[in-house]
């Protein structure tokens, strides 16, 4: 760009022109890279230029932003608010060019600037990685489906500095680093001082040897900051709220201590405030049980119910109206302590009776349970209640009298259940059950897939399921297509579109009408080349970004998720030992080459786990290293997986594998993501992987394996040694590993894992269920060899993945659990 449209620009500035039409874009992006950077637009960075455009597009929302909220104040619809401690959002310039409709102008105006490159631009965005996994990635999928159906809603979350860390491999082993994503300004978030809470605090915290202690007494507030960032339902006609709470220290913090000298010490003070949003814990699926995740916890609670109040109050006169204006969503325990704080507000603060405030909660409240791991079940410390927020720890008291005198009039004298139903561990240590309170404490129980609903209502919490038969229900997960399929593969949606039309953009169901074309020759060949070009896409990111080089010719098989035992990454990487000891046997047998992906962080505790990451990548090593296995099967640990990782590898990915141990796994949504881009799934009957064949019929998935009820009825005779010593091809396989075969330079670091498959009993049945495995692949390999065959499965599957829109999943919560209605923006 010139210096004169530069002084054209800064010509309008003067004369006031940030004027807002839709012609102005270009003006509004030249603008801010001048005067938000202060630099020539030609000569501006990647990362300026991303600025620039994000908050060119803010521009472009913030009317209809404002407008959203506005109509919601006049209209006074029930809203949704939706609770979560994680939100993995992932990138959001592409998502919300997209959903705002601006493609072409953003192509046109933007990629015009000779000095842009797009892509570079596009990378140089952080991940917004404020979650795990799949629970924070479903409050992502959400809060956008709740915008595109344009449904009043607001998702409440913490705005951590330090999302999920950074994964490097080094020497095959994973090491964490902090993941500093604000480290420059976030063009999309806007903060709202005005709006600021006060939380009270019962303690005070210090620093003991590096730990934060809570100390009691010195009765302290913390300020809960609002961070507000867009939500853009496809269309851009509703523009909802994500709001992120950062924590602060008051101004007036321990100014007493200001005068009195100790100036350090009310520093400190503030340090240690801030310290409550400052990291999300990296733990999946097990408890983090520190102090200040308790804080964290209440602390989101707290400053949401506030605001949740305050907004309720604006156009509310009768605390009476709160259920049929206020539905809350509590993802997992969490948020549970809302329970005990919406009592709190409604005792202490609207000053009603017990009995109508425990109607009001209940009513208002529903909670959705995500795992059936006995060791994720949230249980905290009476202890910390009494340190932190002593008024709740009352309130949960008295609610449990009054359930106990409940189950006991139910169940008389029958003392063992009302042990378990409790809502108070009393063995080794008090600690409150926080499953058991939300689902006292609310109107609604959800699994998130059938199978988990199921096991949770006869197994995890069947005392509960029997008392209140009607609150328990199940929401089958879904994920955003926008993002997933729409933004992810342009290629295939493109093809799509021209196909049938795009209604299936927000209406997933429509994809059905492709299964016709299953015998269109010309489709089959446009299908594949969509595969082939997203593979080679990958393979060249891959390669620029890692260095390692893969074959798009070879099936691109992938395995991404977090690590756990449970989902078996070990069963996954045993089978291709065993593949590669049957290449050293016989090289002379069939095998279709293959690259076997795998990407996902271990919780930095999770010792098995990582070991697990190391032994993928030993194993890696190995087979490229020798002959008879190089250019036949190949195995990829992608680092770092993340949601733009995600979006890479999916839309490449051939083989999608969903092989946790059946009954473990209570939804997935990777799964989900890889049937509509076109991946065939080989997996277990676990979780919506059941419903996935059901809707494309089995004879279109690779199931395989034990089944929840084989695996529960099995655990008392099951015997992984028998495997080991019966099956020759498990314990070549095992041997290998044991004999260091893969660990040459550090002998017996493997070890760990031969305890926990032979001698620990294996758990997670990976023995069990690796012939079948092998034999399903071989199938896989098989059809793969008969290209037509294989793409008329594809096509079924992506035809029939519909109802794994989480467009579905949020019209049912709205219409079984929320009872609330769109409420569109004129
Ligand atoms: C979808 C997704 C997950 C969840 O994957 P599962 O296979 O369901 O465990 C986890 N992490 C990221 C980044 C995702 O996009």
Request: proline letters at 5%; aromatic letters at 10%; hydrophobic letters at 40%.
């Amino acid at each position: 760009m010139s210096k004169t449209v530069d002084q054209q620009i800064l010509q309008q500035y003067e004369c006031g022109a940030a004027r807002f039409s839709d012609k102005t874009g270009h003006e509004h992006y030249q603008r801010h890279l001048l005067f938000d950077h202060v630099v020539w637009p030609d000569e501006a960075s990647q990362r300026e230029r991303f600025e620039a455009v994000a908050r060119s597009l803010r521009d472009l929302l913030a009317q209809r932003w404002l407008l959203t909220d506005q109509t919601y104040d006049r209209e006074n619809p029930k809203r949704v608010y939706y609770l979560s401690m994680e939100f993995l959002i992932g990138r959001a310039l592409t998502n919300n060019i997209v959903n705002l409709g601006v493609e072409p102008y953003v192509r046109e105006e933007l990629q015009s600037d000779p000095h842009q490159d797009w892509k570079e631009v596009v990378e140089t965005e952080p991940d917004a990685g404020l979650g795990n996994g799949g629970l924070g990635r479903l409050a992502a999928c959400f809060i956008e489906s709740l915008a595109t159906l344009q449904i009043p809603a607001v998702g409440y979350g913490l705005r951590y500095e330090y999302g999920i860390f950074r994964q490097a491999i080094e020497n095959g082993y994973q090491m964490e680093q902090p993941d500093h994503w604000l480290a420059q300004p976030d063009p999309w978030e806007v903060t709202h001082p005005r709006q600021t809470v006060q939380i009270p605090i019962a303690c005070r915290f210090e620093l003991q040897d590096g730990m934060l202690r809570a100390v009691p007494g010195h009765a302290t507030h913390l300020l809960g900051v609002p961070y507000d960032r867009p939500v853009v339902g496809y269309g851009g006609q509703t523009i909802n709220t994500l709001r992120l709470w950062g924590a602060a220290s008051p101004d007036h913090f321990n100014f007493g201590e200001f005068s009195s000298g100790d100036f350090v010490g009310a520093i400190v003070d503030r340090v240690l405030a801030e310290t409550v949003t400052r990291v999300l814990y990296p733990d999946d699926s097990t408890q983090a049980g520190q102090a200040l995740r308790f804080v964290q916890e209440y602390f989101m609670v707290c400053c949401s119910l506030a605001d949740i109040v305050a907004r309720f109050r604006r156009t509310n006169d009768d605390w009476r109206l709160l259920p049929d204006k206020v539905a809350i969503q509590l993802n997992d325990t969490h948020p549970a302590m809302a329970v005990a704080e919406l009592m709190r507000l409604l005792l202490d603060e609207a000053k009603l009776g017990w009995d109508e405030a425990w109607d009001l909660t209940v009513g208002t409240l529903a909670y959705t349970n995500h795992t059936l791991l006995p060791e994720a079940l949230e249980k905290w410390p009476v202890q910390f209640f009494e340190l932190v927020c002593p008024r709740l720890l009352e309130i949960v008291y008295e609610i449990n009298r009054r359930f106990m005198t409940d189950v006991q009039q139910r169940y008389p004298g029958d003392h063992p259940r009302a042990s378990r139903m409790s809502l108070i561990e009393e063995s080794g240590g008090r600690q409150i059950r926080m499953a058991n309170l939300a689902i006292v404490g609310s109107h609604s129980t959800n699994g998130v897939a059938q199978i988990h609903s199921d096991l949770l209502r006869t197994r995890v919490v069947a005392d509960f399921a029997e008392m209140f038969p009607e609150r328990f229900n199940n929401k089958t997960n879904g994920v955003t297509p926008r993002r997933w399929l729409l933004a992810a593969n342009r290629d295939l949606a493109g093809l799509i579109s021209e196909s049938i039309g795009d209604t299936w953009i927000t209406d997933l169901g429509e994809l059905r009408r492709l299964l016709p074309l299953t015998d269109d020759e010309s489709f089959r060949s446009r299908f594949r080349q969509t595969k082939r070009a997203a593979k080679e896409r990958f393979a060249d990111w891959l390669k620029s970004t890692t260095g390692q080089i893969v074959d798009p010719d070879t099936i691109f098989d992938s395995q991404i998720k977090r690590i756990h035992e449970y989902k078996r990454q070990l069963l996954n990487i045993l089978h291709v030992i065993v593949l590669y000891d049957r290449l050293r046997t016989d090289p002379s047998i069939t095998l279709p080459p293959r690259t076997f992906f795998f990407a996902g962080k271990a919780a930095p505790a999770y010792r098995l786990a990582k070991l697990i990451i190391k032994l993928i990548n030993n194993v890696g090593r190995v087979i490229d290293e020798d002959p008879v296995s190089r250019g036949r099967i190949k195995v990829v640990f992608v680092p770092n997986y993340n949601v733009s990782v995600a979006e890479r590898l999916i839309p490449a990915t051939d083989v999608s594998e969903q092989i946790s141990t059946a009954g473990y796994e209570a939804s997935g949504t990777g799964n989900m993501k890889f049937m509509m881009n076109g991946a065939l799934t080989i997996g277990t009957r676990d979780g919506a992987t059941i419903e996935m064949a059901e809707e494309a019929g089995e004879e279109h998935f690779f199931l395989f394996g034990l089944n929840a009820e084989q695996v529960a009825s099995s655990r008392r005779w099951y015997s992984p040694r028998w495997h080991y010593e019966n099956e020759p091809e498990t314990r070549a396989a095992l041997d290998l590993i044991f004999n260091d075969y893969f660990s040459r330079d550090e002998p017996g670091i493997f070890n760990p894992i031969r305890e926990s498959l032979l001698d620990h009993g294996d758990y997670f049945m990976h023995l069990a269920d690796l012939t079948s495995y092998a034999d399903t692949q071989q199938k896989l390999g098989t059809l793969y060899a008969d290209s037509d065959a294989w793409v008329r499965k594809a096509v079924v599957n992506v035809a029939c993945a519909g109802k794994f829109s989480s467009d579905r999943t949020i019209a049912e919560y709205a219409a079984e659990i929320w009872n609330a209605l769109p409420c569109p923006i004129r």
